[in-house]
Each structure stands twice: as C-alpha cells, then as structure tokens.
C-alpha cells in the first residue's frame, strides 16, 4: 500500500513538499503523483522512472513542481513551489505496471490514498 503525506494548506506563492512510501516490491516501477480537484477528473502532475530518472511533468506544473525518488527509502517526493490557488486538490501517488509510467491513469496498478493541498490566494 503506498502511503501518501505532507499535504496541507499553504498560501499563494508558497512551497509545499508531499511524499510517499511505496512497498518494496514497486522498487522496480516507475512513481507518479496524479491530482483531482473538487468535480474534476484526476489528471496526471508528474512522475519518475524506476531508476529515479526521467521526470516528466505536466505542462500545469513545469518549471514549479520537481518529483524526485529515493530508493534507499522506497519513498518518492513532490517538491512544489510557487504554488497557486489552481494547485488545490487531492493529490494521489501511483505506482506503475511498468519500470516508467506515462500520463495515463490506465498506466497504474496501485494508488495510495491521496493527501489534500489547499492553496489560498
């Protein structure tokens, strides 16, 4: 079970840094966060391979949000800085079928439970 932490309320302009403990048997999948904000679909934000490479972002949170992985840990993090009121939402770790997820929720084979951010303007 993946386990999801560090949400919380931040103002505008602020820093917020989420994580999530996967089992060890997703050491060799790749790690992504998705997000779903009130009445919306749950998109993909970001996500890393298994090695800890290759991140991809979503065009909302590039140049903003870094995803990193540490696999001593098994943990993968979401640094998110320069955060707006549009970056309010559930925010969900996923592990991936493969050694790299792509944007596609049909990628994924385990969720974790979500952690809400809350960004006021």
């Known amino acids: 079970q993946l386990q999801a932490s560090g949400g919380g309320s931040e103002q505008a302009g602020g820093p917020l840094r989420l994580s999530c403990t996967a089992p060890?048997?997703?050491?060799?999948?790749?790690l992504s966060w998705f997000r779903q904000a009130p009445g919306k679909e749950r998109e993909f934000v970001a996500g890393i391979g298994w090695s800890g490479g290759n991140p991809i972002y979503a065009d909302s949170v590039k140049g903003r949000f870094t995803i990193s992985r540490d696999r001593a840990r098994n943990t993968v993090y979401l640094q998110m800085n320069s955060l707006k009121p549009e970056d309010t939402a559930v925010y969900y770790c996923?592990?991936?079928?493969?050694?790299?997820?792509?944007?596609?929720?049909?990628?994924?084979?385990?969720w974790g439970q979500g952690t809400l951010v809350t960004v006021s303007s």
């Open positions: 060890r048997t997703f050491s060799n999948n790749g």
């Open positions: 996923a592990a991936a079928r493969k050694a790299f997820g792509g944007r596609d929720r049909s990628d994924y084979t385990s």
